[in-house]
T-cell receptor, first 117, second 112 residues
Framework: GAVVSQHPSWVICKSGTSVKIECRSLDFQATTMFWYRQFPKQSLMLMATSNEGSKATYEQGVEKDKFLINHASLTLSTLTVTSAHPEDSSFYIC?????????????FGPGTRLTVL | QQPVQSPQAVILREGEDAVINCSSSKALYSVHWYRQKHGEAPVFLMILLKGGEQKGHDKISASFNEKKQQSSLYLTASQLSYSGTYFCGTEIEETSGSRLTFGEGTQLTVNP
């Protein structure tokens, strides 16, 4: 069964609005979750690492104020795209790790397709 | 530093074999392989750690050559279900928190 869920699966919004995407770890508690963005036919680009109980770590070039991440519990992380614009349209995928070592598998959620009109 | 995957795309007939390579300019600690079908999330295939590790499951196997800073994914007797885009994710330091950097992907198409 699924290890990670995301909600919603897809969302269409108007330019200037904010969109919240939820990522839930279903099988285990995850102290760390990752948020990726993927444009069509391109690679997975890490946006930020979400740490439970502390601030997220953002990758270079990712605007912290635009992509708000909240890791409120060991099973839930949320990504809020604030004041979305058409260029933010993309496939957003979260992933979770069972542990913190390199041997732990990273499981991906089903993704959320965001379309900003 | 993003790893380089080759080839970018490959087309096979069912039953044929394929090799996908993943190379890095930096020393690798681990390599993670995933397969993604169109519109879906990547699905985990396997992890390889430094030390010349090799792994396999069914007809998919992989090797890790730390001297060459390269990993290869081997698909033998390919099936239609193998079609998809294969990504390697690399970790360059043990203490990096398992932060993976993914290659551009290799699109594999298996035809009947």
């Amino acid at each position: 069964g699924a290890v990670v869920s995301q909600h919603p699966s897809w969302v269409i919004c108007k330019s200037g609005t904010s969109v919240k995407i939820e990522c839930r770890s279903l099988d285990f508690q995850a102290t760390t979750m990752f948020w990726y963005r993927q444009f069509p036919k391109q690679s997975l680009m890490l946006m930020a690492t979400s740490n439970e109980g502390s601030k997220a770590t953002y990758e270079q070039g990712v605007e912290k104020d635009k992509f708000l991440i909240n890791h409120a519990s060991l099973t839930l992380s949320t990504l809020t795209v604030t004041s979305a614009h058409p260029e933010d349209s993309s496939f957003y995928i979260c992933s979770v790790k069972r542990g913190s070592t390199s041997t732990d598998t990273q499981y991906f959620g089903p993704g959320t397709r965001l379309t900003v009109l | 530093q993003q790893p380089v995957q080759s080839p970018q795309a490959v087309i096979l007939r069912e039953g044929e074999d394929a090799v996908i390579n993943c190379s890095s300019s930096k020393a690798l600690y681990s390599v993670h392989w995933y397969r993604q079908k169109h519109g879906e999330a990547p699905v985990f295939l396997m992890i390889l750690l430094k030390g010349g590790e090799q792994k396999g499951h069914d007809k998919i196997s992989a090797s890790f050559n730390e001297k060459k800073q390269q990993s290869s994914l081997y698909l033998t007797a390919s099936q239609l279900s193998y079609s998809g885009t294969y990504f390697c994710g690399t970790e360059i330091e043990e203490t990096s928190g398992s932060r993976l950097t993914f290659g551009e992907g290799t699109q594999l198409t298996v035809n009947p």
